[in-house]
């Protein structure tokens, strides 16, 4: 299972746009890139999922260069309530690998006023 | 719709005691998992279930921990005896056996202090 890393923490301010890289130098051809949030007193969430390319949702964007070793998650206007711990994951999503989750520390994102 | 539901949501024992988890995942879910996370780090994998049968329990210390599904929907987790190192927060989560959903939901956990 591909290993990711990411920066332990982020600060923006109330409005910004914010972008979380993870590097997976090692993703394998059916990996898929997953990203949670998680918030204090709560389990993780799921926010996005992609494979190549771009990937957009209600809640952010997932940007994938062509190499696949690294992705972006891009947070639009974020707002105090997106000040959360942020989870990169690989895995194979049509052989089981969706369920063989393996989180990292994650990137603790402060939003400030 | 209802989603994961876990009990208690805080419990504090003491070291040697025994303790146990419960966990009703969303329904219709056949996968549910057990994860324990440390405070600062992101959850790990204790166990894995597929309906009734554990089919990743490499994670688990089987020596202090055991965790049932009977029936194939809720689950507990127990440990006997408690040691202080086990505090943490234990998380639960379901997932579809359809390949086309790939999410995990996650219980909001049960925080375990010991003391």
């Known amino acids: 299972l591909a290993k990711t890393t990411q920066p332990i923490s982020m600060d923006s301010y109330e409005g910004q746009e914010v972008n979380i890289t993870c590097s997976h130098n090692n993703i394998a051809t059916n990996d898929y890139i997953t990203w949670y949030q998680q918030f204090p007193s709560q389990g993780p969430r799921f926010i996005i999922q992609g494979y190549k390319t771009k990937v957009t949702n209600e809640v952010a964007s997932l940007f994938i260069p062509a190499d696949r070793k690294s992705s972006t998650l891009s947070l639009p206007r974020v707002s105090l309530s997106d000040t959360a711990v942020y989870y990169c994951?690989?895995?194979?999503?049509?052989?089981?690998?969706?369920?063989?989750?393996?989180f990292g520390a994650g990137t603790r994102l402060a939003v400030h006023p | 719709e209802a989603g994961v539901v876990q009990s208690p949501r805080y419990k504090i024992i003491e070291k040697k005691q025994p303790v146990a988890f419960w966990c009703n995942p969303i329904s219709g879910h056949n996968t549910l998992y057990w994860y324990r996370q440390n405070l600062g780090q992101g959850p790990e994998l204790l166990i894995r279930?597929?309906?009734?049968?554990?089919?990743?329990d490499s994670q688990l210390p089987k020596d202090r921990f055991s965790a049932e599904r009977l029936k194939g929907v809720d689950s507990t987790l127990k440990i006997q005896p408690a040691e202080l190192g086990d505090s943490a927060v234990y998380l639960c989560?379901?997932?579809?056996?359809?390949?086309?959903?790939?999410?995990?939901?996650f219980g909001p956990g049960t925080r375990l202090t010991v003391t």
């Open positions: 989560a379901s997932s579809s056996s359809d390949r086309s959903s790939y999410e995990q939901y």
């Open positions: 994951l690989v895995g194979d999503r049509w052989s089981g690998g969706y369920n063989k989750l393996i």
């Open positions: 279930y597929e309906n009734e049968e554990a089919v990743d």
